[in-house]
């Protein structure tokens, strides 16, 4: 089994629909991250939480929303998904504690197609 | 602003040819940097890190990295690429163990047997 399982994989949705991306994880870290990738963008950080109380607007949070139900379990919502919000969406785990904090470890994405 | 840059969008090798991919980053003070490889259809993999220490960084596949501070930078080599090294490769960064991590806008890497 997969350390980081996203669900779903793919999803296609219309504008103005609410969308649901979930995360959990078995690594035990307590970090967890959502990013999405876009072509010549890379990666950006949506949002992020260093703990279940913990939650961090990223670098384009507009849009999204996110839930951290327990410390294996990360969600991401669209409240009113709109077509450029069209990507590939990743979230990622990372456990705090030097040096290995930073090192994330992805789940295999979520490609989302809004309509 | 913190950001990480990567020289080339897109580049393409023979088989065997020598690889060097750019990235370069702006952040003051301490500074943590990884590459990340995407092969196509999977998720992001850990390729190598550099943390503190030996600027020369080994990882996996082959790949080293070299820490040049005086530059910022943080370039991807290998000296004979295959095939199977046909992929994505984030360069990324980020301060403290506190800051988020930065991502570059990805090097599209395509290897012609």
């Known amino acids: 089994d997969a350390d980081v399982t996203q669900t779903p994989r793919n999803r296609i949705t219309k504008t103005g629909k609410r969308i649901m991306l979930e995360c959990s994880q078995t690594?035990?870290?307590?970090?967890m991250y959502w990013y999405r990738q876009d072509p010549g963008l890379g990666l950006r950080l949506i949002y992020y939480?260093?703990?279940?109380?913990?939650?961090n607007k990223g670098e384009i949070s507009d849009g999204y929303s996110v839930s951290r139900q327990a410390q294996a379990k990360f969600s991401l919502s669209l409240e009113s998904a709109i077509p450029n919000q069209t990507a590939l969406y990743f979230c990622?785990?990372?456990?705090?504690?030097?040096?290995?904090?930073?090192?994330?470890?992805f789940g295999a994405g979520s490609r989302l197609t809004v309509l | 602003a913190q950001s990480v840059s990567q020289h080339n969008h897109h580049v393409i090798l023979s088989e065997a040819a020598s690889l060097e991919l750019g990235c370069n980053y702006s952040?003051?003070?301490?500074?943590?940097l990884f590459w990340y490889v995407q092969y196509p259809g999977q998720h992001l993999q850990l390729l190598l890190k550099?943390?503190?220490?030996?600027?020369l960084v080994k990882g996996i596949k082959g790949f080293e990295a070299e820490f040049i501070k005086s530059k910022f930078s943080f370039n991807l080599r290998k000296p004979s690429v295959q095939w199977s090294d046909t992929a994505e490769y984030f360069c990324?960064?980020?301060?403290?163990?506190?800051?988020?991590?930065?991502f570059g806008p990805g090097t599209s890497l395509s290897v012609i047997p």
């Open positions: 990622a785990t990372s456990k705090t504690g030097s040096p290995g904090a930073n090192v994330l470890t």
């Open positions: 690594k035990g870290h307590d970090r």
């Open positions: 939480s260093f703990d279940v109380k913990d939650i």
């Open positions: 952040y003051g003070g301490t500074v943590n």
């Open positions: 550099y943390f503190s220490g030996d600027p």
């Open positions: 990324a960064a980020t301060g403290t163990s506190y800051d988020k991590v930065i």
